[in-house]
């Protein structure tokens, strides 16, 4: 097997640090999230000249990035983090049960499918935000309805391939449950495959979430993510660029790892692709 590249080994140690850094990087902040000074609003971080106590400087009303960026951070992780899991579970179940019943049930639901393929999620999510409100729950089940579609295409044709193979035909001849079939045969095999389309979807969620924060329809105070702060700091470009520069580049960066990262894990984990290289 072959090692892996320099910038794929970058990517897993900057997202290793980024898990670490929301995980325990509040207990290294000074200040909290909502500790306002406003006698250093839009203060210039230190390396510029600004006060010490700030590294990063401070937003609007005196709020400290380094405290802000961490929080968010952890909100734009966790969003995006149960937003991808909602998605793959509910697109792989779709999947499998179409797979599983064919028939008039396999078209309705793939026609459900090519329905939410064909329309631009964005619309959807902003349709659905202005009638029912904004909440975290809602927001997070939002988020989880982005991308189901290509689970449910990718686990029902790795089903259908599956349960055609020999093995799987001398499993139902020896009497098994379907169950037993899926859970200890078929899923298996699809598993692989779910987790390259996890790693795929994953930032897509991020830069989604951060849309829609940056739009005001996303995550709300005094919750914070990525997206709100880079939102707030629209009306400072010229004069507080910091304010939308420190989360802009770290939503990037992130997007830009777990892409590497995604495509370092579709080349190892790929069967198709596997066979192209043979």
Avoid: C
């Amino acid at each position: 097997m072959s090692r892996p590249s320099v910038p794929v080994l970058l990517a897993a140690l900057f997202l290793a640090a980024v898990v670490l850094v929301a995980l325990i990087g509040n207990v290294f902040t000074p200040f909290a999230t909502t500790d306002q000074d406003l006698l250093n609003r839009l203060a210039r971080p230190a390396f510029l000249g600004g006060p010490a106590e700030y590294p990063l400087g401070t937003d609007r009303i005196g709020r400290d990035m380094v405290a802000r960026l961490v929080e968010g951070l952890r909100m734009s992780l966790s969003v995006a983090l149960a937003g991808t899991l909602i998605g793959a579970v509910f697109g792989t179940l779709i999947g499998f049960v179409a797979a599983h019943f064919r028939g008039l049930v396999e078209e309705g639901l793939m026609m459900l499918v090519d329905f939410q393929a064909s329309l631009p999620f964005i619309l959807i999510a902003l349709t659905l935000l202005a009638f029912f409100g904004n909440s975290l729950t809602l927001f997070i089940l939002l988020m989880g309805l982005f991308g189901w579609e290509t689970y449910a295409r990718l686990a029902r044709g790795v089903v259908l391939s599956a349960t055609s193979q020999p093995y799987a035909k001398a499993v139902v001849a020896l009497g098994a449950h379907p169950m037993r079939l899926y859970l200890r045969h078929v899923l298996p095999n699809v598993a692989s495959a779910l987790i390259v389309q996890l790693t795929l979807t994953f930032p897509q969620i991020i830069l989604l979430e951060t849309s829609l924060s940056f739009l005001g329809l996303g995550i709300q105070p005094p919750l914070t993510s990525l997206g709100q702060i880079l939102g707030d700091g629209r009306d400072y470009l010229s004069t507080a660029w910091w304010i939308s520069v420190w989360p802009g580049t770290l939503i990037f960066v992130i997007t830009l790892s777990m892409s590497i990262l995604g495509d370092a894990l579709r080349d190892r984990l790929d069967p198709m692709l596997k066979q192209r290289t043979t």
